[in-house]
């Protein structure tokens, strides 16, 4: 009997890397399920934990052709207009900190996710869940940051709710905001139209947001000049849809940031996403106080930084167009779409070496937006 001829070393099963990639293909092909009995903090954080909870789930129970996309906004087809429709919840802590308060992100937040679906925002609504004994004079200065930020953005608050419950059951006060956008154009936006050679873009720094809502709960001794980015972004997408009308996808980097965005757009496109660290924009103060935090500011929210996906040749005519917007004076080129590995991220670091950026894991900062 002859013996087996022995495998090659360059044989798939004797490549430690595509076994990390195979194992990491093979657990995302799992159908989604909570292994918790209870619900964690991890569970808001935008990671790992969020998108197996809204998968398992809400998109269990809710399933339908407008949900499943699970963009920023839905779109709604109504008497032959496109609306877009989109709601979001406000829990941050403190309610106050340096650049905004949850009155204005609570505006800008949801302005922003219509505007990031192509959408013109319009009409919003506002709910409020008040703890018992909270101030007035809190209470007004958060609804007049509110009405100043609709008014920035060119939106009304046309309806709302407002409930009171027992002392110590809200820390002083929720937000709840829902939106409703125009759809002016047939072209659809969406992270699954993403193709290799795309290029990817930030329209600035990234995790001012994070970092500034953590300094300012005064559990870090630190003094920095941060503030929070919150900044409503409808007239710099409109710049950049006018300049660039084949844009293929536009998300705003709230929680889980930037690598949460980027690692969605890879699964959805089934492509990979490689980054070039040194080409993200971070302000040296945001980088120090990532690092003092042990955290990596890709995975640091922002509330008026968008992620921008186009085609490969359309490039700088995007930076461009964003760079003109006040918003978008920092824009930059961050990475490009490739083949290959498909659903993963990489990240060129600036050691010279490659990791994988995968969805976060935990919850290193709570209670941000």
């Given at each position: 009997?002859?013996?087996?001829?022995?495998?090659?070393?360059?044989?798939?099963?004797?490549?430690?890397?595509?076994?990390?990639l195979?194992?990491?293909?093979?657990?995302?092909?799992?159908?989604?399920?909570?292994?918790?009995?209870?619900?964690?903090?991890?569970?808001?954080?935008?990671?790992?934990a969020?998108?197996?909870?809204?998968?398992?789930?809400?998109?269990?129970?809710?399933?339908?052709?407008?949900?499943?996309?699970?963009e920023?906004?839905?779109?709604?087809?109504?008497?032959?207009?496109?609306?877009?429709f989109?709601?979001?919840?406000?829990?941050?802590?403190?309610?106050?900190?340096?650049?905004?308060?949850?009155?204005?992100?609570?505006?800008?937040?949801?302005?922003?996710?219509?505007a990031?679906?192509?959408?013109?925002?319009?009409?919003l609504?506002?709910?409020?869940?008040?703890?018992?004994?909270?101030?007035?004079?809190?209470?007004?200065?958060?609804?007049?940051?509110?009405?100043?930020?609709?008014?920035?953005?060119?939106v009304?608050?046309?309806?709302?709710?407002t409930?009171?419950?027992?002392?110590?059951?809200?820390?002083?006060?929720?937000?709840?905001?829902?939106?409703?956008?125009?759809l002016?154009?047939?072209?659809?936006?969406?992270?699954?139209?993403?193709?290799?050679?795309?290029?990817?873009?930030?329209?600035?720094?990234?995790?001012?947001?994070?970092?500034?809502?953590m300094?300012?709960?005064?559990?870090?001794?630190?003094?920095?000049?941060?503030?929070?980015d919150?900044?409503?972004?409808?007239q710099?997408?409109?710049?950049?849809?006018?300049a660039?009308?084949?844009?293929?996808?536009?998300?705003?980097?709230?929680?889980?940031?930037?690598?949460?965005?980027?690692?969605?757009?890879?699964?959805a496109?089934?492509?990979?996403?490689?980054?070039?660290?040194?080409?993200?924009?971070?302000?040296?103060?945001?980088?120090?106080?990532?690092?003092?935090?042990?955290?990596?500011?890709?995975?640091?929210?922002?509330?008026?930084?968008?992620?921008?996906?186009?085609?490969?040749?359309?490039?700088?005519?995007?930076?461009?167009?964003?760079?003109?917007?006040?918003?978008?004076?920092?824009?930059?080129?961050i990475?490009?779409?490739?083949?290959?590995?498909?659903?993963?991220?990489?990240?060129?670091?600036?050691?010279?070496?490659?990791?994988?950026?995968?969805?976060?894991?935990?919850?290193?900062?709570?209670?941000?937006?």
């Amino acid at each position: 009997m002859s013996a087996k001829p022995r495998a090659e070393p360059t044989d798939e099963r004797f490549d430690p890397e595509q076994q990390v990639l195979d194992r990491i293909e093979k657990a995302r092909r799992r159908k989604p399920k909570v292994k918790e009995e209870r619900i964690t903090l991890a569970h808001g954080a935008g990671g790992k934990a969020t998108q197996t909870l809204v998968e398992a789930v809400f998109l269990e129970a809710f399933r339908n052709e407008l949900l499943e996309p699970l963009e920023d906004g839905a779109e709604l087809p109504v008497d032959g207009t496109r609306l877009a429709f989109t709601t979001d919840s406000f829990v941050v802590s403190p309610l106050f900190f340096p650049g905004g308060n949850i009155g204005d992100l609570a505006v800008n937040g949801t302005v922003n996710d219509l505007a990031v679906s192509g959408a013109t925002p319009q009409y919003l609504s506002a709910g409020f869940l008040i703890e018992e004994g909270f101030p007035v004079a809190d209470l007004t200065r958060i609804v007049e940051s509110m009405s100043n930020a609709a008014r920035a953005a060119g939106v009304r608050v046309v309806t709302g709710d407002t409930k009171v419950v027992e002392k110590g059951k809200a820390d002083g006060c929720y937000i709840n905001t829902s939106g409703v956008g125009v759809l002016r154009t047939d072209h659809r936006l969406g992270v699954n139209t993403v193709r290799p050679g795309d290029a990817v873009l930030v329209s600035g720094p990234i995790g001012d947001h994070g970092v500034t809502v953590m300094l300012a709960r005064g559990e870090l001794d630190i003094d920095s000049d941060v503030v929070s980015d919150t900044a409503p972004v409808h007239q710099l997408v409109a710049d950049l849809l006018a300049a660039v009308p084949d844009v293929r996808a536009l998300r705003d980097a709230t929680r889980g940031g930037v690598a949460t965005i980027l690692n969605e757009i890879a699964r959805a496109a089934q492509v990979a996403v490689v980054v070039d660290e040194a080409d993200v924009p971070v302000r040296t103060e945001v980088r120090g106080a990532s690092e003092l935090l042990g955290i990596d500011p890709l995975y640091v929210a922002c509330e008026g930084r968008i992620v921008v996906v186009v085609p490969g040749a359309r490039t700088e005519a995007a930076l461009r167009a964003m760079r003109a917007h006040p918003l978008g004076v920092q824009a930059a080129l961050i990475g490009r779409v490739v083949d290959d590995p498909p659903g993963l991220v990489l990240l060129n670091t600036t050691f010279g070496g490659t990791r994988i950026v995968d969805l976060l894991v935990g919850d290193p900062l709570p209670r941000i937006c």
